[in-house]
């Protein structure tokens, strides 16, 4: 990366970001991540007239002994609104990342304004995300994604992207798949797509401009995974509007202050 | 031997303007919500489709996966391609999986060949108003 003004720990970040488009790090706030896994488990157990669980990761683990792949959308909508409405959790969520954060993106964010949730049961076929980028579905390519597990995710319990040098192959000639679809996309480029291991205790942070989706879950357990996208809060926005879909988060004071300035009033030739 | 038990209804928004109209996906989300729930329709995570003109990528990905559904539930009529082929093409796959589509804003339904005339009129005239004077 250009720029001597970064800091040495600033550097060796961006540039695994830029090499890799992602990066894959421990939570900084570990109670916090804690805190969001136990109400979820919580909010689970309550929705499912079961008893709260005393080993979280475990019970949302094994989520499918409780939930059939038909009631699986209203289950997880029912978990976004809970998990949403708690006034803790989006700071606590921002603060699984915050330097990092800071580091690749800035220190005035947008932060999307309801984490999103994914729920993968083993076998089910429902809920799949094919390969796509955000960007093409009307995300603006200045937003980076924290997907945060919620249990040990790897192989096709996790997600796959797209490294960035082959996703400038696949991306130059998409047009050519407008009628095959993106599954022959998905194919062609398979040999390429990284399925990343991310633990509970870590966080993925990517960029959602390279090709990633997910596949059937073929694992022995259910992948519970949040995602949450942030960008330079003065970056161009797509579809995506500030105040719909983002908020400020992080505004700084001499933003304040610039934003309320008037130059003064009243001179007339 | 029976033929596998089929999901629900897939919904379909977009991310590009429609009609010139921009509607946020979350609202179109809603839209579809609420329609499934009018008509007692499973609904199943919306695909979106792609922002790039002319793109229908994401369409063609819910068409291919058919034969698992019931059916489709798109935001708008007006969401399908601008070519009466394509979308003809689109009502011929429906059909011939034995599926049905929906557009939840104009609350129709696409479930018979006898079916296509009447959506196909919705859409050649709205076509045809794009021409026509715009003020009362």
């Known amino acids: ?269 | 031997m029976s033929e596998p038990a089929r999901a629900g209804y897939r919904g379909y928004i977009g991310s590009r303007p429609i009609l010139g109209n921009r509607t946020p996906q979350a609202v179109q989300n809603l839209v579809i919500r609420d329609y499934c729930q009018r008509n007692n329709l499973t609904y199943l995570l919306a695909a979106a489709e792609y922002m790039m003109p002319h793109c229908y990528m994401m369409l063609n990905e819910v068409l291919a996966e058919l034969p698992r559904l019931k059916g489709i539930v798109c935001y708008t009529l007006f969401m399908l391609p601008d070519s009466p082929e394509q979308r003809r093409e689109v009502y011929r796959r429906v059909l011939e999986a034995k599926a049905t589509l929906h557009a939840a804003l104009e609350g129709q339904v696409l479930r018979t060949p006898d079916d296509v005339g009447r959506v196909e009129d919705i859409w050649l005239v709205q076509q045809a108003l794009a021409h026509s004077p715009k003020t009362l």
């Open chain 1, 1 to 269: 990366m250009t720029g001597g003004f970064l800091s040495n720990e600033d550097r060796i970040l961006g540039d695994a970001f830029l090499k890799d488009g992602y990066v894959i790090r421990a939570v900084e706030d570990r109670a916090a991540l804690d805190r969001i896994q136990a109400r979820m488990a919580e909010l689970a157990a309550s929705q499912l007239k079961l008893d709260p669980p005393n080993d979280p990761k475990a019970f949302l683990d094994d989520i499918h002994d409780h939930v059939a792949p038909d009631k699986l959308n209203a289950f997880r909508l029912a978990m976004i609104a809970g998990i949403n409405n708690e006034t803790w959790f989006r700071r606590a969520y921002y603060g699984l990342a915050e330097k990092a954060l800071a580091s690749l993106v800035g220190n005035e964010l947008a932060m999307q304004r309801r984490a999103n949730l994914s729920i993968q049961l083993p076998g089910d076929e429902s809920s799949l995300l094919p390969a796509h980028t955000d960007t093409w579905a009307g995300d603006s390519p200045f937003e980076v994604v924290v997907w945060l597990p919620l249990v040990d995710c790897r192989a096709t319990k996790s997600m796959f992207i797209l490294p960035p040098a082959a996703n400038a192959k696949a991306a130059g000639k998409l047009s050519s798949y407008n009628d095959k679809g993106v599954e022959a996309l998905y194919r062609d480029f398979e040999s390429d797509m990284r399925f990343l291991a991310v633990d509970y205790g870590q966080y993925l942070l990517f960029d959602q401009n390279l090709i990633h989706g997910n596949r059937v879950n073929v694992e022995k357990t259910t992948r519970w995974t949040f995602n949450c996208r942030f960008k330079g809060l003065f970056t161009p926005y797509a579809d995506k509007r500030l105040g719909e879909f983002f908020e400020p988060i992080t505004m700084r004071p001499q933003t304040r202050l610039g934003l309320a300035y008037k130059l003064p009033e009243g001179f007339d030739e």
